[in-house]
C-alpha cells in the first residue's frame, strides 16, 4: 500500500522566515515519483515540482528547494524567505502505480502555511 | 488553452438528487481523473479513466459514476446526494505516461443538506 504522510497539519511564520514542510511517504515500488503541489486561497492546485526515485538531487527553484532522501522516505520543502504569497495548502503527492492502472497520485492531508506580516 | 474545466463551480443539493459535475479538458490527455478533497484528509480519488470508453474505481467510488465517451469530457454522477458527498471535487488530467503531472481544473464546491 502506498501513503503519504504530512505530519504538519498547520505552520505560521512570520514574512522572512525560512519555513520546512516534512513529507514522508511509503510504498513497495522501487520506481515511483513524488509531487508536490500548492493550493492557494483561491482553491485552484498548482503543480510545483516531479522527481523521480532515482534522482536523489536536491533541486532549487528561486526560494523554493527540494530535499529527497530515498535512505528516510522523505520528501521535504523548503521556502526561504517566506513571502505572504506563499501562504497556502501544500501537498505532497506519490505516484507508484505501474501505467496500466494510470497515472494514480495519492496525496497526503496538506499542510496549511501561513505567512504574517 | 483551457486546460481543464470543470462546471458548475458551486452547487447546493438536497439530499437523494442526483446531478452531474461536468469536466472538459482541451490538452488531448488519455488519463482523465476526479478527486474529492475534504479537510485533514487530502485529496481522494473517485474514479479515473486511461482513454475513452475505459473507467475504473479509485479509492472512494460509492455513490458515484463516470463515463468516458470522448478523449475531451469526463463527467462525475452523483446517482442519490448524500451529506457525506459535501465535499470539494478536482477534475485532473494527464498524459498516460507513468509520473505524468496532474492538471487540475478549479474545482466545485458541492454542499449537501
Not at chain 1, 38 to 62: A, H, M, W, Y
Not at chain 2, 42 to 61: F, M
Request: hydrophobic share 35%.
Amino acid at each position: 500500500a502506498q501513503k503519504v504522510t504530512q505530519a504538519q497539519t498547520e505552520i505560521s511564520v512570520v514574512e522572512k522566515e525560512d519555513v520546512t514542510l516534512d513529507c514522508v511517504y511509503e510504498t513497495r515500488d522501487t520506481t515511483y515519483y513524488l509531487f508536490w503541489y500548492k493550493q492557494p486561497p483561491s482553491g485552484e492546485l498548482v503543480f510545483l515540482i516531479r522527481r523521480n526515485s532515482f534522482d536523489e538531487q536536491n533541486e532549487i527553484s528561486g526560494r523554493y528547494s527540494w530535499n529527497f532522501q530515498k535512505s528516510t522516505s522523505s520528501f521535504n520543502f523548503t521556502i526561504t524567505a517566506s513571502q505572504v504569497v506563499d501562504s497556502a495548502v501544500y501537498f505532497c503527492a506519490l505516484s507508484g502505480t505501474p501505467m496500466e492502472y494510470g497515472n494514480k497520485l495519492v496525496f497526503g492531508a496538506g499542510t496549511i502555511l501561513r505567512v504574517k506580516s | 488553452n483551457a486546460g481543464v474545466t470543470q462546471t458548475p463551480k458551486f452547487q447546493v443539493l438536497k439530499t437523494g438528487q442526483s446531478m452531474t459535475l461536468q469536466c472538459a479538458q482541451d490538452m488531448n490527455h488519455e488519463y482523465m481523473s476526479w478527486y474529492r478533497q475534504d479537510p485533514g484528509m487530502g485529496l481522494r480519488l473517485i474514479h479515473y479513466s486511461v482513454g475513452a470508453g475505459i473507467t475504473d474505481q479509485g479509492e472512494v467510488p460509492n455513490g458515484y459514476n463516470v463515463s468516458r465517451s470522448t478523449t475531451e469530457d469526463f463527467p462525475l454522477r452523483l446517482l442519490s446526494a448524500a451529506p457525506s458527498q459535501t465535499s470539494v471535487y478536482f477534475c485532473a488530467s494527464s498524459w498516460t505516461g507513468f509520473g505524468s503531472p496532474l492538471h487540475f481544473g478549479n474545482g466545485t464546491r458541492l454542499t449537501v443538506t
